[in-house]
C-alpha cells in the first residue's frame, strides 16, 4: 500500500498567496522528497530532505520534516499561476530501500 | 529537463495487440524504473531494475514485462492489450539513493 498520503486532495489559491500541503507516512525513512507534475507530463523532482533534517528552503520552496510525526509540508510562497499543477511526496525506507513509495497527491491550482 | 525518453508519447490499440512502450535513459543510472498512474493520480510501482539483466515485479500486479539487456534501455511490453491496461505508464531512472528522473510518460488507449 502506498505510505504517503498527502493532505489536501485539492487546493484552490488566489496568485501571491501561499499554498501549504502535508505528507504523513507510516515507516522510519532515509529521505522524502517531493515532486510537482503538470498535467499530461512526467514527474519533476523538487526537493529532497534527509531523515536528520528539520527543515529545508529551495527558492519559493520550504520543506519541513517531523520525523517524530512521521509528517512532512511543503510550502509555496507568493504562489502564480504557473505553480498550478499536481504536487507528489516520496519517502525512501531506512535501510536503503531501492524503490521510492509515492503519495496519492495534492492537485494545486493557483488563480490568476 | 532530465535526459530521459519515452516512446511513444500516445497510442490507441485495439485488444489482443503486443505492444512494447520504450524507455531510454542517457545518465548512466542503474536503478529504472515503471509506473502505471490513474487518472485520479496515485503511481503504482510496476517494474523495477536494478542494472543489466535484473528486473523485479513492483507493488503492483501487472500483465506485463520487461527486460534490461543494455544500462540505457529499459522496454515494457504488452503481449495481449486489454481495456484494463489503459492508463498513463511512467519510466524513470535513479543515481543511487537520490531522486528520480521522469520521462513524459506514454499515454495508452485500448479500445
Known amino acids: 500500500s502506498q505510505q504517503g498520503e498527502e493532505d489536501p486532495q485539492a487546493l484552490s489559491i488566489q496568485e501571491g498567496e501561499n499554498a501549504t500541503m502535508n505528507c504523513s507516512y507510516k515507516?522510519?525513512?532515509?529521505?522524502l522528497q517531493w515532486y510537482r507534475q503538470n498535467s499530461g507530463r512526467g514527474l519533476v523532482h523538487l526537493i529532497l530532505?534527509?531523515?536528520?533534517?528539520r527543515e529545508k528552503h529551495s527558492g519559493r520552496l520550504r520543506v519541513t520534516l517531523d520525523t517524530s510525526k512521521k509528517s512532512s509540508s511543503l510550502l509555496i510562497t507568493a504562489s502564480r499561476a504557473a505553480d498550478t499543477a499536481s504536487y507528489f511526496c516520496?519517502?525512501?525506507?531506512?535501510?536503503?530501500?531501492?524503490?521510492?513509495?509515492f503519495g496519492k497527491g495534492t492537485k494545486l491550482t493557483v488563480n490568476p | 529537463e532530465a535526459d530521459i525518453y519515452q516512446t511513444p508519447r500516445y497510442l490507441v490499440i485495439g485488444t489482443g495487440k503486443k505492444i512494447t512502450l520504450e524507455c531510454s535513459q542517457t545518465?548512466?543510472?542503474?536503478?529504472m524504473y515503471w509506473y502505471q498512474q490513474d487518472p485520479g493520480m496515485e503511481l503504482h510501482l510496476i517494474h523495477y531494475?536494478?542494472?543489466?539483466?535484473?528486473?523485479e515485479k513492483g507493488d503492483l500486479s501487472s500483465e506485463s514485462t520487461v527486460s534490461r539487456i543494455r544500462t540505457e534501455h529499459f522496454p515494457l511490453t504488452l503481449e495481449s492489450a486489454r481495456p484494463s491496461h489503459t492508463s498513463q505508464y511512467l519510466c524513470?531512472?535513479?543515481?543511487?539513493?537520490?531522486?528520480?528522473?521522469f520521462g513524459p510518460g506514454t499515454r495508452l488507449t485500448v479500445t
Open positions: 524513470a531512472s535513479r543515481p543511487g539513493a537520490r531522486e528520480q528522473y
Open positions: 530532505i534527509r531523515s536528520n533534517e
Open positions: 516520496a519517502t525512501a525506507a531506512q535501510g536503503g530501500s531501492e524503490k521510492l513509495v
Open positions: 515507516t522510519s525513512i532515509n529521505n
Open positions: 531494475s536494478y542494472g543489466v539483466n535484473s528486473t
Open positions: 545518465m548512466g543510472h542503474d536503478k
